[in-house]
């Protein structure tokens, strides 16, 4: 036999793919739909290992239910928008529209020598006008039902990159890429209503089963509920600036109430913005704190600073309690009501402040055991269970109890004509602020009129297409500087106007692909609605973990609001989701300090390890950690060269082979060398097996002697394990089951029995169906192996058009079968017989057995009971 040559036959097999089109969807086709998903790629140039990684699995998944008889759509387009393509155009003088399509052109012949069974007919970029036209249309029905709207926010802007930054941009106060220091500014975007659904979205968590868990856990905190109380507390007129006479804070805690130590407010609070108009020093506090980033990360770990007001608030349960009242860096304004009251002994971050500024604490919950008078908080605040002390009518009861108790009182009580207390729930959840400065995205279509304000443009006018002739001379929106792009005339009045050129957040183009893929070539609309709703929702999709807030949330949100406007019908767009691990590989370091790639290194096994050496010059180099592959690790494998060395096949077996799909996949040469030797063993398998298989009759045998049958088992057996683990995604389960298997049938090939030409026709047959399972059951990872093996055998039409056989069930039996055995009603033992054996052969083993004649104790049998497949009862 020949060895298996995948550079010949993998463009072979694509192309004969691609002239029978035979992954293209109809959505008309009769048999139930199955939506295989994987997150559209970033056109940045080159594919790398995670999309290797994600579309192999992808393609798997959507091979495995073609084979099952389902009308598969497996869909690719491109997340074109955003801001790399604005640097290339300033770094390298290329128009980003030039960029971004070149960029696609290279990738999509990447993929195309994956061989993935996609549907390219449905293929477009996000940044083709006839996708963004629809999402225009969008934006404008939502803007018509209260879905979008204009809202002035304090946003995180860098001088230089003349962009408003997302609060994970600011890393030290500083912009991610210019180093700038970000300033606070008030600006006025565009936001969807998100929070309308904050509380829909987490209750629909509860339905996606096939999440996982993770995920849903980081939707859940995301969203970020919480049930709570806001507290009017009266100030102290003496120590307050005029027209102030309340601080209204939120707390989850109403319980710890009576360890209050002080009330903190956010530097940007009215009252702290009063009480600096009065003091230079607070003033100066102030001004630093709004400096500082903004990012939960970052205010979770810096140093919690704060500086007395002098103002005194009122303890709601006692006047003559006076609390002090401080602007805190710890407390934000955009959560709550931007105030809060400190109780050190059951909050960390309360208690490092009132360490730093000695202002003691009170410990209000005691655990349950530990005496209260012993109970002592020094610098670790007990946030745990427990009863209340230290807190006169409260003391005694339970943490809820004197939730429930605080809660009452307050409602009744009275601050000026209006209760002191009201029962608030509160998610952290913001709307979602879509406008930005930058000209490479989705144009937000509406226009600026000094009499109007602002108007929609009209559907006949869509889409407002950007420009190509621009400039990135200058810093800033270059949509924005274009001489002639913004001004235009008010479609109301016909006055002189300017368009909006702010465009959407690049988040805005990926919420909804999904959904346009199911009729991408609808001109009139985003999607056609009975189309829409039978084809979605996307039964696996599957994409990093990375995406696993932002992306999914929105776009759980985009379908909500979508069916809000008519444009869909259902609200979860996504029912299965799986969260792919990275591909990491090992790195080397040279005596220099300097990485070098794996390609510039040769690995030789040396006793039990291994020892690297450059390829150059023979020097021993370092075997370092394994890492995420990087660019500035160097430790990046280029998919073309592993393609071009080994073939499409030998990568998406080992992507798949070694690792858990959730867990991290390290890549190494000697692994792909590994599956490399396998897709040789197994096309010599094949074809022995299609030597033996020309001896086998046409009709299937009546009966099948134990080779055969064993072979036939094999088979059966592997059919259902490998379907089990693909339909659980446990690929690496259904791998190991391949092999497996296709070490049984090596081992029935290489038996005396089978040698032609006198192999039994039975087994001739058996090793047939075995061999055709065989590559039945690896054509979704090695889909052109598998092709040049289906025509080895003489098989008809295509593997990547065959059905899979139906699992003959009583093939997956065990042999033998283990029965109770009980004598006059006793459990006494068990017995194994075959699964076959007839009631004579199962009395003769039941009365063979010790327990049974123990049991009997001499006396004669009356009558044996076989209940067939359950159990034996002796009768004595
Ligand atoms: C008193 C208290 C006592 C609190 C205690 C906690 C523990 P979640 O669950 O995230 O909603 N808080 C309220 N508004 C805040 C703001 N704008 N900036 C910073 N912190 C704020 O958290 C609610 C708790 O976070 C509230 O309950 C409040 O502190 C604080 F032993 O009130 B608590
Ligand atoms: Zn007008």
């Keep these: 036999n020949e060895r298996y040559n995948a550079r010949e036959s993998e463009p072979k097999w694509q192309a004969k793919w691609d002239e029978a089109k035979i992954f293209a969807t109809r959505n008309d086709d009769p048999r139930p739909k199955y939506y295989v998903l994987e997150m559209f790629p970033y056109p940045s140039g080159r594919i790398h290992m995670g999309h290797v990684r994600n579309y192999t699995m992808g393609d798997v998944v959507a091979r495995t239910m073609r084979a099952r008889g389902h009308n598969v759509l497996h869909p690719m387009g491109w997340d074109a928008f955003g801001l790399p393509a604005e640097n290339a155009a300033i770094e390298r003088k290329v128009a980003p529209k030039a960029w971004t399509y070149a960029n696609i052109a290279a990738m999509k012949k990447q993929l195309q020598t994956m061989g993935l069974s996609l549907d390219w ?73 998100i929070t309308r659904y904050a509380q829909e979205l987490l209750d629909a968590l509860e339905t996606l089963d096939r999440w996982p868990d993770k995920v849903r856990l980081m939707q859940r905190n995301w969203i970020g509920r919480s049930e709570g109380l806001l507290v009017r507390f009266a100030l102290d007129s003496a120590t307050t600036p005029a027209g ?30 009063a009480a600096a108009a009065k003091d230079p020093k607070i003033a100066a506090f102030v001004e630093d704190c709004k400096k500082r980033g903004t990012a939960q990360a970052e205010i979770d770990t810096a140093e919690k600073l704060g500086i007395d007001t002098g103002i005194r608030a009122l303890h709601p349960f006692d006047p003559n309690w006076r609390i002090p009242v401080y602007v805190a860096n710890f407390v934000l304004m955009e959560y709550g009501t931007g105030a809060i009251f400190g109780c050190p002994a059951h909050d960390q971050r309360d208690l490092d402040f009132v360490n730093k500024y000695q202002l003691g604490n009170t410990p209000v919950v005691c655990p349950e055991g530990q005496d209260p008078s012993s109970f002592v908080i020094t610098d670790e605040a007990y946030d745990g269970d427990g009863r209340l002390i230290n807190s006169r009518f409260l003391d005694g009861m339970s943490i809820a109890e004197a939730k429930e108790d605080v809660a009452k009182r307050l409602e009744t009580a009275t601050l000026g004509n209006a209760p002191v207390g009201e029962r608030k729930v509160n998610f952290r959840l913001r709307d979602w602020g879509i406008s930005r400065q930058r000209y490479w995205g989705c144009p937000i279509p509406v226009i600026h009129c000094e009499v109007c304000g602002v108007v929609p443009v009209p559907d006949k006018d869509l889409p407002v297409v950007l420009p190509e002739d621009v400039s990135f001379d200058k810093p800033g929106n270059a949509l924005d500087h274009h001489p002639t792009w913004k001004h235009t005339a008010c479609p109301q009045c016909g006055a002189k106007a300017t368009r909006e050129t702010d465009t959407m957040d690049t988040f805005v183009d990926s919420s909804w692909y999904f959904a346009r893929f199911t009729d991408p070539w609808n001109e009139n609309a985003p999607t056609t609605p009975d189309v829409v ?25 985009f379908t909500r609001a979508m069916k809000a406007t008519g444009h869909i019908g259902l609200d979860e767009p996504f029912r299965g989701m799986f969260t792919q691990g990275m591909v990491v590989h090992e790195t080397y370091r040279k005596a220099d300090g300097m990485f070098a790639s794996p390609a510039e290194v040769a690995i030789v096994a040396e006793g039990d390890g291994r020892r690297a050496t450059l390829l150059d010059d023979g020097t021993p180099i370092e075997i370092g950690p394994i890492e995420k592959m990087s660019k500035s690790k160097r430790n990046t494998v280029d998919p073309d060269d592993i393609i071009g060395s080994y073939g499409a096949d030998t990568a998406r077996w080992f992507m798949l082979s070694d690792s858990p799909p959730d867990r991290d996949v390290i890549w190494s040469e000697e692994g792909v060398k590994g599956a490399s030797r396998f897709v040789q063993r197994l096309w010599r398998m094949i074809n022995d097996a299609a030597e033996i298989a020309k001896a086998a009759p046409a009709a299937r045998p009546d009966a099948f002697g134990p080779e055969a049958l064993a072979v036939r088992k094999a088979a059966h057996g592997a059919l259902d394990k490998v379907l089990s683990g693909i339909e659980r995604l446990a690929f690496n389960v259904s791998l190991a089951h391949i092999r497996e298997f296709s070490n049984s049938l090596g081992e029935a090939l290489a038996r005396p029995g089978a040698a032609s030409p006198d192999v039994a026709p039975d087994l001739a047959w058996a090793i047939r169906e075995g061999a055709v399972i065989l590559v ?85 049998v009356r009558k044996v009971i076989v209940v067939p497949q359950r159990i034996v009862n002796v009768v004595g």
């Design 533 to 557: 709703n039978r084809m979605l929702p996307v039964d696996q999709y599957i994409g990093g973990v990375e995406h696993a807030i932002l992306h999914l949330l929105y776009s759980r949100f």
């Design 121 to 193: 007919a449905r293929e477009f970029a996000t940044c083709d006008p006839t996708y963004y036209k629809h999402q225009q249309k969008m934006f404008l029905d939502f803007l018509k039902a209260g879905l979008a709207e204009r809202e002035t926010r304090k946003l995180n802007w860098d001088p230089v990159d003349m962009t408003v930054l997302a609060n994970e941009q600011v890393i030290d106060g500083r912009g991610w890429r210019s180093g700038a220091v970000v300033e606070q500014r008030e600006m006025n975007q565009w936001v969807f209503k």
């Design 776 to 860: 039945q059951l690896f054509h979704p990872m090695m889909p052109h192996l598998a092709e040049e093996c289906w025509a080895a055998l003489g098989q008809p039409g295509l593997v990547s058009e065959a059905l899979w056989p139906q699992i003959e069930r009583d093939l997956l039996l065990e042999d033998s079968i283990t029965l109770p055995v009980q004598v006059n009603g006793k459990k006494r033992g068990e017995v194994t017989v075959a699964r076959d054996a007839n009631n004579p052969e199962i009395e003769a083993a039941v009365l063979a057995l010790d327990a049974v004649r123990q049991a009997l104790d001499g006396k004669p």
């Design 244 to 273: 102030e006479t309340e601080l209204k804070i939120f707390t989850t805690r109403p319980d710890t109430l009576f360890g209050a130590k002080f009330m903190a407010i956010a530097a940007d609070h009215p009252l702290a913005q």
